[in-house]
């Protein structure tokens, strides 16, 4: 079993930076690949970013390439998210997710374990 917990959102201008880390307990943590979601008021929650076990491979949805790096750190069992450049479309409580395969999917439904989510405000 892996449980996540997410931190560092916070209220933030329009243009600035962020880093949200998710710690995870367990002995398996290298066994899972990550991923990041975020949900606004009134929408579905939507796929932000992923990596795989090892972080040798990232995937990013469309509206976030080129301003969010996501990174893990299996040795502190933490996968980060570097939001750059943020706008108010990127107002949401972001959740990190654990997938038990090789490449983390798009699909909520696919993903084993979720954190309790942090909220992320941007100001304009």
């Known amino acids: 079993q892996v449980q996540l917990v997410e931190s560092g959102g916070g209220l933030v201008q329009a243009g600035g930076s962020l880093r949200l880390s998710c710690a995870a307990s367990g002995r398996t943590f290298s066994s899972y690949a990550m991923g990041w979601f975020r949900q606004a008021p009134g929408k579905e929650r939507d796929f932000v970013a992923g990596i795989n076990w090892n972080g040798g491979s990232t995937r990013y949805a469309d509206s976030v390439k080129g301003r969010f790096t996501i990174s893990r750190d299996n040795a502190k069992k933490t996968v980060y998210l570097q939001m750059n450049s943020l706008n108010s479309e990127d107002t949401a409580v972001y959740y990190c997710?654990?997938?038990?395969?090789?490449?983390?999917?798009?699909?909520?439904?696919?993903?084993?374990?979720w954190g309790q989510g942090t909220q992320v405000t941007v100001s304009s």
């Open positions: 997710a654990a997938y038990r395969g090789l490449r983390p999917p798009v699909g909520t439904y696919e993903y084993t374990y």
